[in-house]
T-cell receptor
């Protein structure tokens, strides 16, 4: 069994400030981990993924995430927030080693607001 | 590139009516999925099709049926709509195992 917990359903930052969105997972096998972003009235888009290679993963739009096995975490960060980063962000986990997407479990999402 | 295309974008139904949500992908992906998204609930898998000719239940299949018409198309049918099915529905597709999902822009369904 696996699960994902996103701490904070709503995070608000000022433009230019650090963005930190938290994700903790549980998985009985080594996981694959994903961050997706959803802009208003759109579907989800992949930001980045961890598939057991480098533990620090760089994604699109300046985002990155670090896989920490000891903490079972995969937090998403960006050094300097832009207004265009305002969106909802979802963390997701699936069993690794070629894990199937039908076993993908999503977190409940974190809405990021960026204040001018 | 069109990616994943869903129709319609919006729909209002009365309780008991039926409808089919259409989804098509042009990325030659083997696997396709239907999710529903509700506030505070994240995404929940309704049905999926691992490959052409196969379909399986996900987390919340009750009240829905699916058809994998061919490799490109995967439809979701509500036979008798209920207010609890008011939601935003997303279709997605993926290639090889472990590869990320590609999502459509969703269908916003309201059942009154």
């Amino acid at each position: 069994a696996q699960s994902v917990t996103q701490l904070g359903s709503h995070v608000s930052v000022s433009e230019g400030a650090l963005v930190l969105l938290r994700c903790n997972y549980s998985s009985s096998v080594p996981p694959y981990l994903f961050w997706y972003v959803q802009y208003p009235n759109q579907g989800l888009q992949l930001l980045l993924k961890y598939t057991s290679a480098a533990t620090l993963v760089k994604g699109i739009n300046g985002f990155e995430a670090e896989f920490k096995k000891s903490e079972t975490s995969f937090h998403l960060t960006k050094p300097s927030a832009h207004m265009s980063d305002a969106a909802e962000y979802f963390c997701a986990v699936t069993p690794g080693s070629g894990g199937s997407n039908y076993k993908l479990t999503f977190g409940k999402g974190t809405l990021l607001t960026v204040n001018p | 590139n069109a990616g994943v295309t869903q129709t319609p974008k919006f729909q209002v139904l009365k309780t008991g009516q039926s409808m089919t949500l259409q989804c098509a992908q042009d990325m030659n992906h083997n696997s396709m999925y239907w999710y529903r998204q509700d506030p505070g609930m994240g995404l929940r898998l309704i049905y999926y099709s691992a490959s052409e000719g196969t379909t399986d239940k996900g987390e919340v299949p009750n009240g829905y049926n699916v058809s994998r018409l061919n490799k490109r198309e995967f439809s979701l049918r509500l036979e008798s709509a209920a207010p609890s099915q008011t939601s935003v529905y997303f279709c997605a597709s993926s290639g090889v195992r472990g590869s990320p999902l590609h999502f459509g822009n969703g269908t916003r369904l309201t059942v009154t």
